[in-house]
């Protein structure tokens, strides 16, 4: 009786054992695909930091290098068209820079930029209250001076220089942001 030998076993793995095809070209386990997102994940992340941090930076540069608005002197407004106690709306330095001439009383008249401050709204003048005020967070700014008196805005209105010549209103210089 002859002695029957075990089943060879074969050396090929089977196809279960085999790595399937697209292993051998996409070689990253679930575990390895969440190691690389998560590195990308960093490094885009601290990209996209330095990235904002040098525009940030390269944006405050420029806004310090442009040059001021040139100021020349220009004639705004006959005075006789200015109501006492009433204002009157015009551009200056340029044609993107609101402003506001007031006239509290016969004789006065006062310029200032009607940007608010606070966050750029323009200002209307309140002849009761001898106040510039704006609506947009109820910025209060003191008509005489320009000067930031009650609400949000922590600076003055920047002041325009008026002159009058010949009956006509001229702004000389000041004002804009
Ligand atoms: S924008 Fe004027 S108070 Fe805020």
Request: aromatic share 8%; hydrophobic share 30%; with cysteine.
């Amino acid at each position: 009786m002859s002695e029957q030998s075990p089943p060879s076993r074969s050396r090929r793995p089977t196809t279960e054992q085999q790595p399937p095809k697209w292993r051998e070209d996409f070689p990253f386990t679930a575990g390895g695909e969440d190691e690389v997102t998560r590195r990308e994940f960093v490094r885009y992340l601290t990209l996209g930091s330095v990235g904002a941090a040098v525009g940030s930076v390269g944006l405050a540069g420029m806004t310090q290098l442009r040059e001021p608005a040139e100021r020349v002197a220009t004639p705004i407004v006959e005075l006789a068209e200015v109501p006492v106690a009433g204002s009157y709306l015009f551009r200056y330095p340029t044609e993107d820079d609101p402003a506001i001439l007031i006239r509290p009383t016969e004789d006065e008249i006062l310029g200032y930029s009607q940007r608010c401050t606070h966050l750029a709204c323009v200002v209307y003048y309140e002849h009761d209250e001898q106040e510039l005020i704006c609506p947009c967070h109820s910025g209060h700014f003191d008509a005489t001076d320009g000067r930031n008196v009650a609400g949000p805005p922590q600076r003055p209105l920047n002041a325009i220089d008026l002159d009058v010549r010949d009956g006509v209103v001229w702004a000389l210089g000041g004002g804009g942001h």
